[in-house]
């Protein structure tokens, strides 16, 4: 089953905007390589924004939450919605001398803790923009989006960003994405000049020089200019390469190539952008965002060589009931109309806001809407526009689009909506395992129900943050990405649901087993007038290997017992096996055989064998040499071969036992078992070692006996 064939003419005539002339494209780095700011000069040169903010300011459009702005990070993936004009004859750039273009963007977070949002949001988008620093080139989370952006097939342009900071050098940030991404990158815009002599650009494809002036001091003006002897040498050896580079991946220049003729700039442009959509070629732009000079044509670059919705392969999903039926959705306006999810938020004035893309069809208020997973219709209120923290309600969206809705109560992020009668399932996007845990507990007991409640829709907001109440220990446990996702977490339990918490670490489910046979006797006798308590119970303990759990074995022969007090013997057994005798942990994987007893013909009853089992059982653990077991986790890290030996020796420092290590393309793979206990902030640890670069992930895998060193200092804490 499929969707229909894409018509001719895939625009509605109620578009106000052409697929052709659409891009949906998210900004991308590590931290603090400049996004929030690119972004914020993107908003100012098409005119959606009149005046510059500054992420030090906390005046950005798109750091819009308390936290951001006070932290100058972003935490939360914004979208927001420009349009790119044409440039008068001069050169200098007028907002709406015609709108030419529709750019949907979302700035993304940077941060490890939210690779979430990352994540979600380049699962929707058609192209990115990855940002790199021209100090520090590619640096840990860099690596991180780019293999995102990879999983999920998006062309990409890569913007070197910061060429006028002291120490910047284009060359060597070009050099590093090579090595350490393996990338096709090669320079369409080379920085003119560096540090405090940046100037502008030379543009590698047209031969021209791009100067920017520092008049009107936000970069809206600029010159085109003939290049000098040196940076024409410079720009035609840089189209040579490109010329080149395009020649082993696109099949029209490679023809001009053997034939030894000169491409034109328009089969040059073209090939670029044909290599670009099929990621097969990055073209890389040099600049600085902060000192205005280069964003402009930049966003050319997005224009000209990142695909619309049209160039990039149909939506493919599966049937609901038969998943070896994949279903297609072709980025038509009279398709039938199906969509993706990919994000929830909280708003203190709207409610829950639905983030959606629009694979197919269209999307009118009003409209009923289908959810397989739920098997629900849902009736679509309200679609609204969004601008960063802006809300502008519209009518409709198109194939193509990136909106929002309000009222849609059964809803996780990745859910697929689409028409009744149109079978399909979108791939939701993947979510990493937390890696950090730690415990909560209202203030006060009126904040208990609230806390529930908060968590709750924090959690359907944020698929890596699972919160989970222990069984045994009765703590709340929330775990996520890293400390200042949970930290950020708490804030927001404080400002936006007003519940105060208190944190710490998550207590350890410790276990009590038992080395050798032993037996105990238990008696109950208690005498006080009228009928009494008599219970006499003899078992004995055997150990069993790990995992085997309890195991319960009747053996009293010759009445000594009356059958109808086995259970409760059984019971007591159980029942004591819940508090063991090292340190009063769950006592597992033993064996215990009732052995012999007495009764009495009027005071034994089931409660009193109850209690006679259960001092039989702690008199055989005192016997049986008890020890206290420990939760062993199985660690997996990944890291650059050059930390293997740091993080080889913290694992050993933790008590970890290194089973093997696997070299894989440049990196070490080493698989360890290490304590839970000494887990606890372990992702920063490993982040600091390998400077961000190594990655872990870690499972239960057994117990093992407590090292008598440690058993003391647990038993310390139990005091």
Not at 57 to 70: A, I, S
Request: net charge negative.
């Amino acid at each position: 089953m499929s969707a229909p064939e894409k018509s001719a003419n895939p625009n509605s005539p109620r578009r106000p905007y052409t697929l052709e002339r659409t891009r949906n494209i998210g900004i991308c780095a590590h931290i603090d390589a400049g996004k929030t700011t690119l972004t914020e000069r993107v908003l100012f040169y098409t005119g959606m924004i009149h005046k510059i903010g500054e992420v030090h300011e906390g005046t950005t459009v798109t750091d819009w939450m308390e936290q951001e702005r006070e932290r100058g990070i972003t935490i939360t993936s914004a979208a927001t919605t420009c349009f790119w004009g044409q440039r008068s004859d001069e050169g200098i750039y007028k907002a709406f001398d015609g709108i030419k273009m529709r750019v949907n963007i979302i700035d993304t977070p940077g941060h490890v803790d939210f690779t979430a949002e990352v994540e979600r949001s380049l699962r929707v988008l058609d192209g990115a923009i990855a940002v790199f620093c021209g100090v520090a080139g590619v640096q840990p989370q860099s690596e991180t989006v780019w293999r995102q952006a990879t999983k999920y097939n998006v062309p990409r342009i890569a913007f070197v960003n910061k060429m006028d900071r002291t120490g910047a050098n284009f060359e060597a940030a070009v050099k590093s994405m090579r090595e350490k991404l393996s990338a096709n990158v090669w320079p369409i815009l080379i920085p003119m000049g560096a540090e405090d002599q940046l100037k502008g650009q030379i543009d590698v494809v047209n031969l021209k020089g791009v100067i920017y002036s520092d008049k009107d001091k936000v970069g809206s003006t600029y010159q085109i200019v003939e290049l000098d002897a040196d940076q024409m040498a410079l720009a035609q050896k840089a189209r040579t390469d490109l010329v080149e580079a395009l020649a082993n991946v696109d099949d029209e220049i490679g023809e001009l190539f053997i034939e030894e003729k000169e491409p034109t700039i328009p089969q040059i442009k073209a090939a670029v952008r044909r290599a670009t959509i099929a990621n097969k070629l990055v073209p890389v732009v040099g600049g600085s965002a902060f000192k205005n000079k280069g964003v402009q044509f930049l966003v050319d670059a997005v224009i000209d060589y990142l695909p619309s919705p049209l160039d990039i392969p149909a939506a493919v999903g599966q049937d609901p009931d038969d998943s070896t039926i994949k279903v297609s959705v072709s980025p038509d306006d009279s398709e039938k109309f199906c969509g993706l999810a990919f994000k929830l938020w909280t708003d203190p004035f709207v409610g829950k806001l639905i983030f959606f893309r629009v694979y197919g069809g269209n999307l009118k208020k009003g409209d009923t809407i289908y959810n397989p997973r739920t098997n629900k219709r849902e009736r679509v209120s309200r679609i609204i526009q969004i601008q960063a923290d802006k809300r502008e309600d519209i009518d409709e969206v198109f194939a193509g689009d990136i909106a929002a809705t309000v009222g849609i109560k059964d809803v996780r992020t990745g859910d697929t909506w689409a028409d009744e009668d149109f079978s399909i399932l979108l791939e939701p996007p993947s979510f990493p395992e937390p890696v950090i845990s730690m415990a909560v507990e209202p203030k006060t007991k009126g904040d208990r129900e609230k806390m529930g409640e908060a968590l709750s829709r924090l959690a359907a907001e944020d698929p890596t943050l699972t919160v989970v109440t222990n069984e045994e220990t009765g703590q709340t446990i929330l775990a996520g990405m890293g400390e200042l996702h949970l930290d950020i977490i708490r804030d927001r339990l404080k400002r936006e649901f007003s519940v105060e918490s208190n944190a710490g670490a998550p207590q350890i489910a410790y276990r009590e087993t038992i080395l050798q046979p032993a037996g105990g006797e238990g008696k109950l006798v208690k005498q006080s007038g009228g009928r009494g308590q008599y219970g006499h119970v003899i078992l004995r303990a055997t150990p069993l290997e790990r995992g085997k759990g309890i195991e319960i074995e009747n053996k009293v022969v010759g009445g000594n017992i009356p059958k109808e007090f086995i259970p409760a013997i059984k019971k007591g057994i159980e029942e004591a096996c819940l508090n063991g005798v090292v340190a009063g942990y769950r006592f597992i994987d033993a064996h215990f055989d009732i052995l012999d007893g007495s009764y009495h013909d009027v005071d034994s009853n089931e409660l009193a064998f109850k209690m006679a089992a259960i001092f039989a059982v702690k008199d055989a653990l005192q016997k049986a040499k008890p020890i206290l077991l420990e939760p062993m986790m199985k660690v997996e890290a990944v890291t650059p071969d050059e930390f293997q030996g740091d993080i080889m020796g913290d694992l050993n420092r933790r008590r970890g036992k290194i089973m093997n290590i696997e070299n894989k393309q440049g990196a070490s793979l080493v698989h360890a078992e290490v304590p839970l206990s000494e887990m606890f902030g372990y992702a920063t640890s490993i982040r600091s070692m390998s400077k961000g670069r190594a990655a872990y992930s870690m499972e239960p895998s057994h117990f093992e006996q407590v090292p008598a060193s440690v058993l003391a200092a647990i038993l310390d804490q139990k005091k």
